[in-house]
DNA sequence: ACCTGAACACCGTTCAAGT
DNA sequence: ACCTGAACACCGTTCAAGT
């Protein structure tokens, strides 16, 4: 019921998932879909909370929390720029909302937690990691200048990459509510 | 003729913004527009461009580029903010392509530049704070996470001040492809 | 140059009715 | 529980024609 959709996104992008053509595909009329689903709102809310659980979880004992949270940004990362017709949807909805989305904020929060930084840093913390995962992925392989030609998927992983590193640096920095004179790790290499 | 459409954006949102509503708007049959705009496409690419060019230029003989950057991005993220509706458009279009984006954008690169940043990590970095900014505009005001209550506008703007301090941060360290023991400037305060 | 009437090919959604 | 027929209130856009 719900696959025919995700196939369609990933064929004809948004603008091609619409309802009337979701029943066509299934030999259906229009109207039977609303059996299945409240809305096409709702329709899209599902899928968007689906693709999340393709994102793998790190284990809870990891010895590293940055580097395991490194790992979790980018694998985010890596499956959202995999289905690059939902993004935009992640971006018009301002991140999902289900159990799915739920569950990595959690996550990502206790991995922050274990990496010394103080609730009120988490929340921060945890929104620019967020953004700045599902901003990349929005940019991945389109060129932001019209005088830059495409770059190319490995341009675009580096710079998604280095910023990360740069935005866990400075997390870490100030992880404390304080400023220690990078005593956990500097950035180097 | 275009400002009946931007007032329509700043009422009822871009989902408000039809066509046939705009020609009601101005009294006139939904196809006269198509005499003064090609497509609706059209019409929103010059909003999105007339927005930015409320953006303020600094000057070209300032004295710290850094700052001047980091002024730049931060008024940037002011007018995206001042105009929500058109931030998702920002972002479904992947950055505006008209001539004010084009200007801003070769003043970043000559900041960039005369921070020291080598020309082809200044793509890079440029790449970087446009995605940042835009993103963080979408998300501003909006909880990322259901458990979150509504972020107020001061907890949205530190937010992004501080991670735009990271990434300038992290830029500057790795300006010339080589990792100096952060000859410039470190983040204090 | 700018507008209109009429039309085309679509949308999402609802309501009543069937099995 | 699941589907259909018919309808409602919309879309963006084009074409021919008027002034």
């Known amino acids: 019921v719900l696959v025919a959709a995700r196939e369609m996104l990933a064929e004809g992008g948004i603008e091609a ?72 949807l992640y971006l018009a909805r301002q991140g999902a909302r289900g159990p799915h989305a739920v569950q990595l904020g959690a996550v990502m929060d206790a991995l922050l937690s274990g990496a010394g930084v103080s609730p009120v840093n988490a929340t921060e913390a945890r929104r620019v990691l967020i953004v700045h995962t599902i901003g990349f992925a929005a940019f991945a392989g389109a060129p932001t200048e019209p005088d830059t030609r495409p770059l190319s998927f490995d341009s675009s992983q580096r710079t998604f990459d280095r910023s990360l590193r740069w935005l866990l640096a400075g997390i870490t920095q100030t992880a404390g509510d304080i400023e220690p004179n990078q005593q956990s790790r500097r950035p180097q290499e």
Chains 1, 2 share one sequence.
Request: charged share 20%; hydrophobic share 50%; net charge negative.
């Open 17 to 88: 998932m619409t309802m009337r053509a979701l029943a066509r595909r299934l030999d259906v009329a229009p109207n039977a879909l609303y059996s299945h689903v409240a809305n096409k709102t709702d329709l899209l809310d599902a899928l968007l909370d689906d693709l999340l659980a393709a994102v793998p979880v790190p284990e809870p004992g990891s010895r590293d929390p940055i580097a395991a949270l490194a790992d979790l940004m980018t694998a985010t990362y890596a499956v959202l720029t995999a289905h690059p017709n939902l993004v935009p």
